[in-house]
């Protein structure tokens, strides 16, 4: 029988464990690089969050990634919301971009951070206008897009 762990993630995002056993109990834990609150299932829906997949007769462990959405609700987890805002907020403060381009940028930032035929031109747009920004900016979004979007994504955004 293949064995579907859960994950514990806080809610910055940081992955505690992908190891726990779905029947265990949630007990009100912290993490210990941000102090945030751990939780193993999706605040809206209250479906546990996939960790580690025991495959029957395969041994050997793999990365489980934090995911950006739930798969029960399809609702952006916490942390995925946070680094939404978060960089939302980094665009309003250019100053090189217009209102239209902020919103336009802005409202391509889901496509961006999910594998999709969308991403491609989310990508597109956040070369072009982080292209017309300073450094600081591109260097700020890279590093949040990271914490939530494939590595596949990360590496399509130019240096
Ligand atoms: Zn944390
Ligand atoms: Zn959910």
Not at 10 to 23: A, N, R, W
Not at 104 to 128: M, R
Request: aromatic fraction near 8%; glycine fraction near 6%.
């Amino acid at each position: 029988m293949d064995t579907q762990y859960s994950q514990s993630v806080c809610l910055k995002g940081h992955q505690i464990s992908s190891f726990i056993t779905t029947s265990s109990e949630n007990p009100k834990e912290f993490c210990e690089d941000c102090g945030s609150e751990v939780i193993t299932h999706c605040p809206s829906c209250n479906k546990s969050i996939n960790g580690y997949l025991q495959l029957d007769g395969v041994f050997g462990g793999y990365d489980v990634p934090v995911p950006s959405y739930c798969r029960n609700c399809s609702s952006p987890y916490p942390w995925t919301s946070t680094a939404l805002e978060s960089l939302k907020e980094l665009i309003n403060l250019q100053d090189e971009l217009n209102d239209e381009e902020k919103d336009d940028f802005s409202s391509s930032l889901p496509d961006l951070i999910s594998n999709g035929p969308k991403s491609k031109v989310a990508i597109t747009k956040f070369n072009k206008y982080s292209s017309k920004i300073s450094s600081g900016f591109r260097n700020f979004a890279v590093e949040i897009i990271s914490s939530i979007a494939s590595d596949v994504i990360v590496k399509s955004l130019t240096p």
